[in-house]
């Protein structure tokens, strides 16, 4: 069975910074693209980050290029999103997400591709 968890949000002050796991269970990271996606209130879904499995090229959104930083643990089966200089504008619901790919060049972060999702964690940033 498919399964992706993640943990480690929260709240945190502007400027702060928090990590967030999600652990993958039911498939190796090898011939997957990992990707972090948010969705604030009354807003659509969006790309954050995405890294693939394999190669460990990544891909950011502009709004956070910088700022957050994508890595991940094949032996643990886990991908970790480590969010630095939080906005309030960066509170969201997190996900994580997961689409097949042999393609080890660089992965894509568009919403439509990703066939397996997380339940997602919430990230409050505020003062």
């Known amino acids: 069975q498919l399964q992706l968890v993640e943990s480690g949000g929260g709240l945190v002050h502007p400027g702060g910074s928090l990590r967030l796991s999600c652990v993958i269970s039911?498939?190796?990271?090898?011939?997957?693209?990992i990707g972090w996606f948010r969705q604030a209130p009354g807003k659509e879904r969006e790309g954050v980050s995405c890294?693939?499995?394999?190669?460990?090229?990544?891909n950011h959104a502009d709004s956070v290029k910088g700022r957050f930083f994508i890595s991940r643990d094949n032996a643990k089966n886990t991908v970790y999103l480590q969010m630095n200089s939080l906005k309030p504008e960066d509170t969201a619901v997190y996900y994580c997400?997961?689409?097949?790919?042999?393609?080890?060049?660089?992965?894509?972060?568009?919403?439509?591709?990703?066939?397996?999702w997380g339940q997602g964690i919430q990230v409050t940033v505020s003062s």
């Open positions: 997400a997961a689409y097949r790919s042999a393609d080890t060049g660089i992965p894509l972060i568009s919403t439509w591709l990703y066939d397996y």
């Open positions: 039911g498939f190796t990271l090898d011939h997957y693209a």
């Open positions: 890294i693939h499995g394999s190669s460990g090229i990544t």
